[in-house]
């Protein structure tokens, strides 16, 4: 079983519509949760980061930890074709030298 | 623009080869990454630096990677004997680590193609 596990989609919304992202995760000790959008052959870029759990709201983006549940949702509201992408959720905790560990990533298409 | 740079973006070698990518991190960030990123997978840890000293490094840095942070500025990641399994993407990120805070922001990768 991965650490990270993250359903590789492809999910095809229309435009307006709201997305919802998810991750499940295996280590409790994470602390700190990312999520990452990537356009085609290029370096992630940071959408959200929530230290520990709760809720963070950023512009259309809401990012969601449930630390019990060790589970993990990006959600974007108002999707635009310009949202398409691949989204990656990433977690980390400082043990073992924060070093990070990714979901495989989640394809996103909004037709417009 | 400040954020991390890495060279070259692309890069085709031979099989065998040794061939050397560079990373310039954020200026005041202290720690820098290297992942490594096959096609539809996320990137994968392989070894990080606090300043100039290497902390970890993953069981996937075979003995032919070799990565350098000489003065805790620019990185250094040279692959030796190429081979086509090293085909990827590699990624330098960089983060300024608080108690709170530990933001990993990425460069733009060197596309890698051995053949």
């Known amino acids: ?112 | 623009d400040t954020g991390v740079s890495q060279d070259p973006r692309h890069k085709i070698t031979k099989r065998g080869q040794n061939v050397t990518f560079r990373c310039d991190p954020i200026s005041e960030h202290n720690r820098l990454y290297w992942y490594r990123q096959t096609l539809g997978q996320g990137p994968e840890f392989l070894t990080y630096f606090q300043n100039e000293a290497q902390l970890e490094k993953s069981r996937l840095l075979s003995d032919r990677f070799s990565a350098e942070r000489p003065k805790g500025s620019f990185s250094t990641l040279e692959i030796q004997r190429t081979e086509q399994g090293d085909s990827a993407m590699y990624l330098c990120a960089s983060s300024f680590i608080t108690a709170t805070s530990y933001e990993q922001y990425f460069g733009p990768g060197t596309r890698l193609t051995v053949t």
Not at chain 1, 51 to 73: H, L, P
């Open chain 1, 1 to 112: 079983q991965k650490e990270v596990e993250q359903d590789p989609g492809p999910l095809s919304v229309p435009e307006g519509a709201i997305v919802s992202l998810n991750c499940t995760y295996s280590n409790s000790a994470f602390q700190y949760f990312m999520w990452y959008r990537q356009y085609s052959r290029k370096g992630p870029e940071l959408l959200m980061y929530t230290y520990s759990s709760g809720n963070k709201e950023d512009g259309r983006f809401t990012a969601q930890v449930d630390k019990s549940s060790k589970y993990i949702s990006l959600f974007i509201r108002d999707s635009q074709p310009s949202d398409s992408a691949t989204y990656l959720c990433a977690m980390s905790s400082n043990t073992g030298g924060f070093k990070t560990i990714f979901g495989a990533g989640t394809r996103l298409f909004v037709k417009a």
